[in-house]
């Protein structure tokens, strides 16, 4: 019995296997570029929410300073 066993790749095959290749390199290259601008503009719009959260508490304690100015104000004319 021969049970030695040869193992022979086509040309065409072999071609294919590198196009595969290279376009999953291609592919993975174009997401990684593709999610670090997300992750940019992540960040961006992250550190923007957190200063219009800084802003808005400012304004709503201005506003609260001259209610309370106001009240007094009017407290002290009657």
């Not at 022979?8 to 290749?21: G, P, Q, S, T, Y």
């Not at 601008?37 to 200063?51: A, G, M, P, T, V």
């Not at 800084?54 to 407290?75: P, V």
Request: charged share 25%; net charge positive.
């Amino acid at each position: 019995m021969n049970f030695k066993r040869t193992f022979k790749i086509h040309l065409d095959a072999m071609i294919c296997l590198v196009i595969l290749f290279l376009a999953s390199i291609g592919g993975n290259i174009f997401l990684l570029t593709y999610n670090s601008d997300l992750i940019d503009e992540s960040y961006r719009n992250k550190f923007k929410l957190i200063e219009n959260d800084m802003n808005l508490s400012s304004q709503q304690n201005f506003i609260e300073r001259l209610q309370r100015e106001c009240k007094r104000d009017a407290q002290k004319e009657q």
